[in-house]
């Protein structure tokens, strides 16, 4: 559980960073934020799947271009779903998903697969060994 709240505070710091960077994405207070992350998360767990299976043949004829649509389209979902998050266009759209999934990706460094975030440290081989 700490691993999916760890995980869903790193995806509103990213959906903060996109109302910062793009003008087309607003939201209403804070908590608009931490819940757009929670139903993300939760949209990507369930869709998501789905509508990667049903587009597969357009995926590899694009050589995986179109998952940024499918990532685009979940955020329009959830934008949908939830009133104090608003998304103008599309191209703002895929422009989140974007900086969604690099903040993300930055962050799944520092965080395992446990949902901890790890220490890494490094030693130094004596010569002599």
């Given amino acids: 559980m700490t691993g999916?709240?760890?995980?869903?505070?790193?995806?509103?710091?990213?959906?903060?960073?996109?109302?910062q960077l793009f003008d087309g994405i607003t939201y209403d207070t804070p908590i608009t934020l931490v819940a757009a992350a929670l139903l993300l998360g939760l949209v990507n767990a369930v869709v998501r799947p789905l509508l990667l299976i049903v587009t597969l043949p357009i995926t590899v004829l694009t050589l995986g271009l179109f998952i940024l649509v499918v990532n685009a389209a979940m955020l329009g979902l959830v934008a949908l779903i939830l009133d104090g998050l608003h998304i103008a266009s599309f191209w703002t759209a895929v422009g989140t998903s974007?900086?969604?999934?690099?903040?993300?990706?930055?962050?799944?460094?520092?965080?395992?697969?446990?949902?901890?975030?790890?220490?890494?440290?490094s030693r130094r081989r004596n010569r002599n060994d």
């Fill in 4 to 19: 999916f709240l760890l995980r869903a505070a790193v995806v509103a710091f990213g959906l903060w960073l996109a109302t």
């Fill in 98 to 121: 974007l900086i969604v999934s690099l903040t993300s990706w930055v962050a799944s460094g520092a965080i395992g697969n446990s949902g901890r975030i790890e220490v890494y440290s």
